[in-house]
């Protein structure tokens, strides 16, 4: 069975600071990894995601993340935090079994909070 | 396009009745998801559908539920008889054909409250 993880309940980050957000994954076969954001009474947005090709993703609103197969990891990143970044990050993978069909395994999600 | 919608936007209904959402994918998309997320159990698969056909409903939590497509453009999600702990915000999202490298677009939700 496919699983992910998002070790992180929250994170603090000071706007203008770096920010990352963790992931790891379990999956048979290559994944297919993917961030969502969740904005307040909203539903979830795709900000990027990984199929094949060079590990560093680049996605939506300055957000990119890194495949790392050797230590099954997805970190969503972005160089400097806005407040306006504050909201409900989740990760997702999608296994490649024909087995897996269309299936999105989330994350528990991580809250970030970016402050002045 | 108007991306998935869904309705209502708030259901506030009494334990015992019966509970209809909606969902309307988006044009196109063939593949389409009911999720439910508390903060509890955070966001579950309920069900999915190919080509208007229930192809995982492993999610589906009881008997209570149920869910139909009778066309690309509708499904709907049914609980009857509604309990307090189904109290959740429903999802619904859709994906495009060939839908494996594909992300999914979530519509707004539908939160409902069993009293």
């Known amino acids: 069975a496919q699983s992910v993880a998002q070790p992180e309940d929250q994170v603090n980050v000071a706007e203008g600071n770096p920010l990352t957000v963790k992931c790891t994954y379990s999956?048979?076969?290559?994944?297919?990894l993917f961030w969502y954001v969740q904005y307040p009474n909203r539903g979830l947005q795709f900000l990027l995601k990984?199929?094949?090709?060079?590990?560093l993703v680049k996605g939506s609103y300055g957000f990119e993340a890194e495949f790392n197969k050797s230590q099954t990891s997805f970190h969503l990143k972005k160089p400097s935090a806005l407040v306006s970044d504050s909201a409900l990050y989740f990760c997702?993978?999608?296994?490649?079994?024909?087995?897996?069909?269309?299936?999105?395994?989330f994350g528990t999600g991580t809250q970030l909070k970016v402050e002045l | 396009d108007a991306g998935v919608i869904q309705s209502p936007r708030h259901e506030v209904t009494e334990m015992g009745q019966e509970v209809t959402l909606r969902c309307k994918p988006i044009?196109?998309?063939?593949?389409l998801f009911w999720y439910r997320q508390t903060m509890m159990r955070g966001l579950e698969l309920l069900i999915y559908?190919?080509?208007?056909?229930?192809?995982?409903d492993s999610g589906m939590p009881e008997d209570r539920f149920s869910a139909k497509m009778p066309n690309a453009s509708f499904s709907t999600l049914k609980i009857q008889p509604s309990e307090p702990r189904d109290s959740a915000v429903y999802f619904c999202?859709?994906?495009?054909?060939?839908?494996?490298?594909?992300?999914?677009?979530f519509g707004p939700g539908t939160r409902l409250t069993v009293l």
């Open positions: 999202a859709s994906s495009p054909p060939r839908g494996r490298n594909n992300e999914q677009f």
């Open positions: 997702a993978v999608r296994g490649l079994l024909t087995g897996g069909g269309n299936k999105l395994t």
């Open positions: 044009s196109g998309h063939d593949y």
């Open positions: 559908f190919n080509n208007n056909v229930p192809i995982d």
């Open positions: 999956v048979s076969g290559n994944p297919y």
């Open positions: 990984y199929i094949t090709g060079d590990n």
